[in-house]
């Protein structure tokens, strides 16, 4: 395998990657993107953001407004779903940016 391969194309029976070199296609069954993240749960504690004590341990926050429960901390993306790091991702989290500049851009700090 070679060092930074970069995924150009993903096809049914194989994937195709850049390497410094060269494109090189790997054959392949099934391609499965597992990926992994765990919150860092200690830095929101820290910070005075409660956790709710079921095992999602999801952070107090407004939905309305992604305030958390420590002023002047917004929370967005993936860490507003605890454990359940499959709920956000960049793709539908960008809301979460969009609802905090509405709410700074209506209140006077």
């Known amino acids: 395998m070679s060092i930074k ?15 410094p070199k060269a494109l090189k296609e790997i054959k392949n069954d ?9 919150p860092n749960f200690n830095f929101l504690e820290q910070l005075g953001i409660g956790l709710s004590k079921d095992e999602n341990k ?7 407004t992604m305030k ?5 901390v ?3 993306g993936v860490i ?8 956000w991702f960049i793709e539908n ?3 979460h940016a969009e ?4 709410h700074l851009d209506n209140h006077k700090f």
């Open 58 to 64: 999801l952070p107090e926050n407004n939905t309305e």
């Open 74 to 76: 917004y929370l967005a």
């Open 80 to 87: 507003c779903g605890g454990l359940q790091t499959y709920k």
């Open 99 to 102: 609802i905090i500049a509405k």
């Open 93 to 95: 989290s960008k809301v």
């Open 5 to 19: 391969p970069e995924t150009t194309k993903i096809n049914p029976q194989e994937i195709i990657i850049k390497t």
């Open 30 to 38: 099934y391609f499965l993107a597992l990926t992994g993240y765990k």
């Open 68 to 72: 958390s429960t420590m002023k002047g």
